[in-house]
């Protein structure tokens, strides 16, 4: 029998490609979402789900005490960084204290590793491009967020000895991705306008710049990091390479979909203009994938999302600081 792996987050779009990577390789895998940017499809009918929230100690702690997990990967978080900054309780609530909740249980049964998705958003600006060893500088609540939990489980690891492994994933896309959230995920979101009829709408002049990850670049790696002794109690950058500007993304975008490109331009919202990161690091310790072009991705999620059809877009409910908010995130 296989070892037994907590998934938080497992019905999301990475956690639910993580899923299928860990039973692949012959994970026993209990999954915990509450579904609130998830769905319960996306998650493989091998893995045992439960719908709850990592805000719930009780239920946590249930859950360590009846399975007996040796490995966690924890993904659940909301991860709209420009939101973030007008539900700031709502971000550390859900993001940081949730956290710990799971590193509490962890601790307390023996977990033999704690995987945890962190983001490029612990850097911050002007580090180009974002490497390891350099200084984290979080311009925003989420990114605050994940340098804190970074930083409980270097603390965790020196008190308890229990072992961790950290990965700052960055813009990746593909299938399953939540394409009904206006806040995240601009490769949905543009595609759920083309989709809609509905102009492509970009923040600012455009130019700002990303690295656009392909899911099955990233969750595969992650998923065999356990086996690899040596990435324990390390953090890794993990994603594409090659940083495209959001008018480029949203061109290649409207290709993909088989339309004209209909941009319009919105006013510059506060955010870092350009972020990438190096991955020397994770092809040093466990190797990489093929590498998927940002052509041929968009081209697979764009089947995908032509399958899926256009989805309605809900607002946010619990705004805590409408100052400087949007205006196109007020919008219904």
Known sequence: MGSKVLVTGGAGFIGSHL??????????????????????????????????????????????????????????????????????HFTYSTNLIGSVNLINASVKNGVKCFVFTSSIGVYGTNQLPMTEDMMPSPEDPYGISKLAVELDLRAAHRMFGMNYIVFRPHNVYGERQNIADRYRNVVGIFMNQVLKGEAMTVFGDGEQTRAFSYVKDVTPVIARALKYPKAYNEVFNIGADVPYTVNQLARQIAEAMG??????????????????????????????????????????MAKWVRQCGARGIPTFQNIEISINLPQVWLED
């Open 259 to 300: 339309v004209q490109p209909n941009i319009v331009h919105l006013q510059r919202r506060d955010e870092v203009v350009h972020a990438y990161s190096s991955h020397q690091k994770v092809w040093q310790y466990l190797g990489a994938e093929h590498g998927v072009s940002l052509t041929a991705g968009l081209a697979c």
């Open 19 to 88: 899923i299928d990577d860990l039973l692949e390789l012959g994970y026993n895998v209990v999954c915990l979402d509450d579904l609130s940017g998830g769905y319960r499809t996306n998650v493989s009918d091998q893995a045992e789900f439960v719908q709850g929230s990592v805000v719930d100690s009780q239920l946590v702690n249930r859950l360590f005490m009846e399975h007996h997990f040796d490995y966690v990967f924890h993904l659940a978080a909301y991860a709209a960084e420009g939101l973030s900054h007008f539900i700031r």
